[in-house]
Every structure is written in C-alpha cells, then in structure tokens.
C-alpha cells in the first residue's frame, strides 16, 4: 500500500497569513492526488484533483503543486472559514490511501 | 442538488452485522463509481471499498476484505454496505462518496459502533 504522510500534523496561523501543507507519498503517485478541506462534524469537501487542479467553486487562494511523491496544498491568505483539517488523498493505486490530515487551528 | 444520504447505522456487539444505505437524489447514481469511506473517532480517513457503475468491479482495503460487501442497486439510486463480523475497530463514521478516483459528492455519515 502506498502511505501517505502529512505535515505538520498542526499548524498555527493567523487570518491573512500564507500557509503551506506537505503530503509525501511513499512512492511514485504521478499526479494522481487530491486535497480535502474537513470541519468538524461535516464531511469531507474536495478542493483539488490531480495535485493542482481546483474544484469548481472552491475560492482561487486555495492552489496545490507537486508530482511524484511531494506535493503542498497553500492557502494564499488564511481566512476564517479556512480553519479545518486538511487531508491529502492518493488515487495511483489501490487501496486508495489518505494523510492522516493537518489541522489548521487559530494562533 | 446532489444529495447523498446513508443510513443504517447503529449499535452492534462484537461479531455482529448491519447493513448501509446510501439514497442518492439530484444525479444520476448509475453513471458514477461509488465508495464508502470510514473514520474512527477522532481519527482520520479510510477508503474501504468502492463499485463500479455497472457493478461488475469491486475493490476493498484489506481491513474489511472478507468481511464486508458493497453492492448497488442503480433502479433505486443507491449503494449499499453490507458488514458482517463486526470487530470493535470498525467503529466508525461511514461515508459513502461518488467517484472513481477521488471523492466529488459525500454523504452525512452514518455512526456504526461496535461494542458490547
């Protein structure tokens, strides 16, 4: 199974900031990831397929890069409405396989 | 609106089973990969299973392999799980989500909990 590592595990920032995520794949993933945004007691929302490509109606701060087994997920400037756990999620191969999420909490 | 909606959870003793529902409305559930995904208390997210449109494929992670069965029935828009041999680590949320590769449209969550 291909394992995947996020980081940090938390993260503290202030509203206005720009923040980055990492997520490393234990192997060669391609492009095949995606990037979900979680408040508590709500599902999961997607964000980003395929490392850098935005779903439709998620605001433009959000942006993902990388290939192969590095990628980051920024949040160009930090709004309230952002603070949740993150999660990286990869679909090169099965099982498909998540992070163990970043939670972006208040300074 | 796309909506999904499971149901089915509840309380069950070790070595027990219970069957999911996830009603879908807004789309059409038959064009689409179905999964369910878990997460424990607290605790981050597991892909368990996924199925095919046509039903014809299914995949599974190794920790429910055996033991849990996803089926679909595309004339009532919905996906089902079926989880026999219940162990207390699959105390769960569960979540069914539309997809083949990643997850677009996700249900509520249904709370399965496996204790005696």
């Known amino acids: 199974d291909i394992q995947m590592t996020q980081s940090p595990s938390t993260l503290s920032a202030n509203v206005g900031d720009k923040v980055t995520l990492t997520c490393r794949a234990s192997?060669?993933?391609?492009?095949?990831l995606a990037w979900y945004q979680q408040k508590p007691g709500k599902a999961p929302h997607l964000l980003i397929f395929?490392?850098?490509i935005l779903e439709s109606g998620v605001p433009s701060r959000f942006s993902g890069s990388g290939s192969g087994t590095e990628f980051t997920l920024t949040i160009s400037s930090l709004q309230p409405d952002d603070f949740a756990t993150y999660y990286c999620?990869?679909?090169?191969?099965?099982?498909?396989?998540f992070g163990q999420g970043t939670k972006v909490e208040i300074k | 609106e796309v909506r999904l909606v499971e149901s089915g959870g509840g309380l069950v003793q070790p070595g027990g089973s219970l069957r999911l529902s996830c009603a879908a409305s807004?789309?059409?559930?038959?064009?689409?990969?179905m999964n369910w995904v878990r997460q424990a208390p607290g605790k981050g997210l597991e892909w368990i299973s996924n199925?095919?449109?046509?039903?014809?494929?299914?995949h599974y992670a190794d920790s429910v392999k055996g033991r849990f069965t996803i089926s679909r029935d595309n004339a009532k828009n919905s996906v089902y799980l079926q989880m026999n041999s219940l162990r207390a680590e699959d105390t769960a949320i569960y979540y069914c989500?539309?997809?083949?590769?990643?997850?677009?449209?996700w249900g509520q969550g249904t709370l399965v909990t496996v204790s005696s």
């Open positions: 192997q060669t993933i391609r492009s095949w």
């Open positions: 199925i095919s449109s046509s039903a014809i494929n299914t």
């Open positions: 807004g789309f059409t559930l038959s064009s689409y990969e």
């Open positions: 395929k490392a850098s």
């Open positions: 989500a539309s997809g083949d590769l990643y997850f677009r449209h």
């Open positions: 999620q990869q679909y090169n191969s099965y099982p498909w396989t």
